[in-house]
């Protein structure tokens, strides 16, 4: 299995548990939303067809996701529309996913960082087991925060996923 079980991403997939209902194959950024690091983003739209899905583990997964976007409008009406079988619901709700309030990750300026968003570099970065520099200057979009260190974003550069430490990203 090879596609993310929530947004159909073809790519690397990591198995992440869906407590109590099973394990399902997931992106690094639907990863990372499950595991807290989640903020509107249209990327989320697809959880409109995920909740629906026949496999209770990605129904839950959905429903928790699309419950801490419960600000967003989107969000609001899917889970009022939404009929999840009441024992799974049950489980869904009993372990919301606890979205940061402010994130702890910051770039050079102390700016905060979120989920997605687009940052440059301010300084070369020779890239470890990668072979390359990437260049001051660079643009990363739709980054993602590493969720255990706030030092840490993960972006794309050179069609390779690559760590970054936020002390040398300016968010643009
Ligand atoms: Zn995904």
């Not at 394990?23 to 909740?51: E, F, N, R």
């Not at 520099?133 to 260190?149: C, E, H, M, Y």
Request: proline share 5%; hydrophobic share 45%.
């Amino acid at each position: 299995m090879s596609d993310c079980a929530l947004c159909s991403a073809a790519g690397p997939v990591q198995m992440v548990a869906v407590d109590p209902v099973g394990d399902i194959a997931l992106c690094a950024t639907c990863a990372a939303g499950l595991g807290g690091a989640v903020a509107p983003d249209p990327h989320w739209t697809c959880l409109q067809s995920a909740i629906w899905s026949e496999n209770a583990a990605v129904q839950v997964a959905a429903y928790r996701l699309t419950h801490a976007l419960r600000a967003e409008a989107w969000a609001a009406e899917l889970l009022e529309s939404v009929w999840l079988d009441p024992d799974l619901l049950e489980q869904a709700q009993a372990q919301p996913i606890a979205a940061p309030t402010t994130s702890a990750h910051r770039d050079s300026n102390g700016q905060a960082l979120v989920q997605g968003d687009t940052v440059v570099l301010i300084k070369d970065l020779t890239v470890k087991g990668a072979n390359f520099t990437a260049k001051r200057g660079t643009a990363v979009r739709g980054i993602s925060l590493v969720a255990d260190n706030p030092d840490q974003i993960e972006g794309r550069v050179n069609d390779q996923r690559i760590v970054i430490l936020t002390q040398f990203v300016k968010k643009s």
